[in-house]
């Protein structure tokens, strides 16, 4: 499987900034997809990167909100933006496995306090 | 209803006990099921897919009952290293963006 890593590890940041979390994963990846889990809740799908192209977002994310960028086969950045106590999250990032789009393999997470 | 349920637990157990999990779906188009583990503060990590066949990998057991739309993980001999958060995950719609995560079923396995 792939090994991703992500940056910052954590961060506590004030209410109206923004945090940029980049995602490096050590192989070329077509499909990349950023997560998030909130406190005591399950990972709920933000949006997937693909390179050379938009981010296709799901219900309930806006682009001005997350943007996306993935620049290349290995790297993808997702940011808060205006961020508040409700984006108090973490954030993951994860590629598909070689048994196919389903099998997802996850970054440690950026855990993000709000303040 | 939620697209996928779980028993939240916790789920206490002693060590070497046998422990069952089910998790249900409403989607009967659903195609891909999988059980991840989450450790406390840790990013999930596959545990394993789980086929229409069941399957089989050690102690661990999954079985997929597309009738009642459900999919199921047994643990045998568990062991203390099991103490975490099963995430029923299931998928199969036309793109990626159709995983669904449950909420977890929480193990805590004592000696």
């Known amino acids: 499987s792939a090994v991703i890593s992500q940056k910052p590890s954590r961060d506590i940041c004030q209410r109206g900034t923004s945090l940029t979390i980049q995602c490096q994963v050590d192989s070329q990846v077509t499909m990349m997809f950023w997560y998030r889990q909130q406190p005591g809740q399950s990972l709920t799908l933000i949006a997937t990167?693909?390179?050379?192209?938009?981010?296709?977002?799901e219900s309930g994310f806006v682009i001005d909100k997350f943007p996306i960028s993935r620049p290349n086969l290995t790297f993808s950045t997702l940011t808060v933006s205006n961020m508040s106590p409700e984006d108090s999250s973490i954030y993951l990032c994860s590629v598909d496995g070689t048994g196919g789009p389903y099998e997802q393999y996850f970054g440690p997470g950026t855990r993000l306090t709000v303040t | 209803r939620k697209e996928v349920e779980q028993d939240p637990g916790p789920f206490n157990v002693p060590e070497g006990a046998t422990v069952a999990f089910n998790c249900t779906y409403s989607?009967?188009?659903?195609?891909?099921f999988f059980w991840y583990r989450q450790d406390c503060r840790k990013e999930p990590k596959l545990l394993m897919s789980v086929y229409s066949s069941g399957n089989e990998d050690g102690r661990f057991t999954a079985q997929l009952n597309r009738a009642s739309q459900y999919i199921s993980l047994l643990i045998r001999d568990s062991k203390l290293s099991d103490s975490a958060t099963y995430l029923c995950v299931v998928a199969g719609y036309s793109s990626a963006s159709k995983i669904i995560f449950g909420s977890g079923t929480r193990l805590s396995i004592r000696p």
């Open positions: 989607n009967s188009a659903s195609q891909s």
């Open positions: 990167a693909n390179q050379g192209s938009e981010a296709t977002y």
